[in-house]
C-alpha cells in the first residue's frame, strides 16, 4: 500500500466535509503542518472545529484559515500573537474553547488511546472546570476531562520512511505526536520521505500505524516568531 | 531601593537546589536561567516538549525547530532531550518537575494566582499555566508589588479569573517576599528589598499576612 502522495490536495482528497473535526499539530508557528492548511484553505471546507494548541499567528499557519473564515471554533490554550483570531473571538464570530495546554494534550492522547475521559487537577476550582464532574481521590479534587477524537490529524514531521514510521525533529515534535493519534484518519507532511530500513527502529517517534497518508512538503520556509540570539564573544 | 526585574529574578534562584528540574515562565521569571548559582545542576524544562534548554544561540546557528515556550529560539546543550507536548505534562503533572517561577496579574492571601486573562479586555489563554499550578512541587511567583496604576496585587482574594486556587508557595515583588511552609498556613513576610520598610509594604498589600522578617 503506498502511503505517498504526490502532494497536498491529493493526501486530503476524499477526507474534507464542512464541519468536520481536526487536530492539528505545531506549536507556535514550529512544527505547523502548512502545506495541509493551505490545501484545507484552497479547498474551502467551512465551519471547522479544530483543536491546536495555538492558531498561528496573523496570516500563518491556522491564521490563514481564520482570516478565510473556515473555522467555528477553536480548541486552543494560547490564542496570544494572533490579533485576527482575539478579534473574531471577543467580537463573537468565532467559538473558542479554552483549554489548558497540558489537558490539551492529554485529551488528544487519551482519545487516540480509545480513553473517553480522564481526572485531572487542572483546572480545579477556576472557568474550565464550570460545568464538568468533580471527583475526590484521596482527599484531592479532580475535574473530568473528555477525551478528543477527530475526523482528521494534520501533522508536520522530519523524516518518514515509506512505511511511514516517523521521526520529529527538536521541539518541532509538540503537539505533533498526540495530535497524531487522535484523528481517525492521519495525513502527516515531512520534510524527507526515506526507504524503510534507513530508520533506526528503536528511534522512531510515531510509528506508521497512525500514518495514513503522507506527502513530502519541502522546501521549508520554517518562520520564526521571536528570533532571539547571544552575541559571540572574541577571543 | 526596590528590586529591579534581574534582582527579583536572582531572588527567586535562591530557591534553587541541586538537581532540581525546572520550568520558568515568560518575562521575569526567564531571568532566573541567568542567575543559577555556580557548581549547581539545574536542569530547565520547556513545556513545548525540552528538557535542558540551553543559551541564546548565536546568529548563524538560529534554528527554527528549536524554540521554547515563549517562541524565542533557543540551543540545546548536550543532556538536552526533546518530547512531544502529551509527555512534557505528563512530567508537570505527575509532580516531576520540582519548581516552576512564573509571572501574575493578582495573587490573593489563600494562594490563589490568575494570570490568563481580563474579561472583554484581553485574552490570551492560560497556555500551560493551569496545568504547572497544578502539578509542580513549589510555585514561585515574581512580579511587580502594584499594578501600572499603583494597585495592590497581591489581594485578598483575585478579581480576575483564577489560573490555579491555593497552589502558590512564594510571592516574589520588587518590594518584598511572602513564603508559606504548606497550603494551609497563611503567607509571611520574609524579606525586604533594601531600603524598603514593612510599613510600605503593608501600605501596597491588601492580603493578610504574618510579619516574620
Known amino acids: 500500500m503506498n502511503k505517498l502522495y504526490p502532494d497536498a490536495a491529493a493526501a486530503l482528497d476524499g477526507l474534507l466535509r464542512d464541519g468536520m473535526t481536526i487536530c492539528a499539530g ?38 490563514k484559515l481564520l482570516r478565510s473564515r473556515q473555522v467555528k471554533k477553536m480548541i486552543s490554550s ?83 520512511d515509506e512505511s511511514g514510521n516517523l521521526i520529529f525533529r527538536k521541539t518541532a515534535r509538540n503537539f505533533n505526536q498526540p495530535m497524531a493519534t487522535a484523528g481517525r484518519v492521519c495525513v502527516a507532511e515531512v520534510e524527507e520521505v526515506v526507504p524503510v530500513g534507513s530508520l533506526d527502529p528503536d528511534c522512531i517517534h510515531l510509528p506508521g500505524i497512525y500514518v495514513k497518508r503522507m506527502i513530502v512538503g519541502a522546501p521549508y520556509a520554517k518562520k520564526i516568531e521571536f528570533r532571539t540570539t547571544r552575541e559571540r564573544v572574541s577571543a | 531601593m526596590a528590586w529591579d526585574r534581574n534582582q527579583m529574578a536572582a531572588r527567586a534562584a ?17 531571568l532566573v536561567a541567568n542567575n543559577i548559582p555556580a557548581g549547581m545542576t539545574v536542569t530547565l ?55 516552576t517561577v512564573l509571572g501574575a496579574m493578582e495573587v490573593a492571601e489563600n494562594g490563589d ?62 518590594l518584598a517576599v511572602f513564603q508559606r511552609p504548606d497550603h494551609e498556613s497563611p503567607f509571611r513576610l520574609i524579606e525586604l528589598a533594601p531600603g524598603v520598610t514593612a510599613d510600605e509594604v503593608a501600605a ?8 516574620a522578617l
Open chain 1, 78 to 160: 494560547y490564542v496570544g500573537e494572533n490579533k485576527e483570531f482575539e478579534r473574531q473571538y471577543l467580537s463573537g464570530e468565532l467559538e473558542v474553547e479554552f483549554c489548558p495546554q497540558g489537558t490539551l494534550a492529554e485529551r488528544c492522547r487519551a482519545g487516540g488511546a480509545g480513553i473517553p475521559g480522564f481526572y485531572t487537577k487542572t483546572g480545579v476550582g477556576t472557568q474550565v472546570a464550570e460545568g464538568k464532574e468533580v471527583k475526590v481521590f484521596d482527599g484531592e479534587e479532580y475535574i473530568l476531562e473528555r477525551g478528543i477524537r477527530a475526523d482528521l490529524s494534520i501533522i508536520k514531521g522530519w523524516k518518514a
Open chain 2, 113 to 174: 494566582i490568575a494570570n490568563w486573562m481580563i474579561p472583554g479586555k484581553m485574552i490570551k489563554g492560560m497556555g500551560g499555566a493551569m496545568d504547572l499550578v497544578a502539578g509542580v512541587k513549589k510555585i514561585i511567583v515574581v512580579m511587580e508589588h502594584t499594578s501600572k496604576n499603583g494597585d495592590p496585587k497581591f489581594l485578598k482574594s483575585c478579581s480576575l479569573p483564577l489560573t490555579g486556587k491555593n497552589v502558590v508557595d512564594m510571592v516574589v515583588t520588587d
Open chain 2, 45 to 99: 524544562q520547556s513545556e513545548n516538549g525540552m528538557l535542558g534548554i540551553g543559551p541564546f544561540p548565536y546568529d548563524d546557528e538560529v534554528d527554527p525547530d528549536l524554540i521554547n515556550a515563549g517562541k524565542q529560539t533557543i540551543s540545546e546543550l548536550p543532556q538536552s532531550v526533546y518530547f512531544g507536548s502529551e509527555q512534557s505534562f505528563a512530567m508537570i503533572r505527575g509532580g516531576h518537575i520540582d519548581l
Open chain 2, 14 to 30: 535562591k530557591e534553587l537546589r541541586d538537581g532540581y528540574y525546572v520550568n520558568l515562565g515568560i518575562g521575569i521569571p526567564t
Open chain 2, 204 to 211: 501596597k498589600t491588601t492580603a493578610a499576612y504574618e510579619v
Open chain 1, 26 to 63: 505545531g506549536f507556535g508557528l514550529c512544527g505547523i503542518p502548512e502545506r495541509l492548511i493551505d490545501a484545507i484553505q484552497a479547498a474551502g471546507t467551512k465551519d471547522l472545529t479544530i483543536a491546536s494548541n495555538n492558531a498561528g499567528i496573523d496570516n500563518e499557519g491556522l491564521g
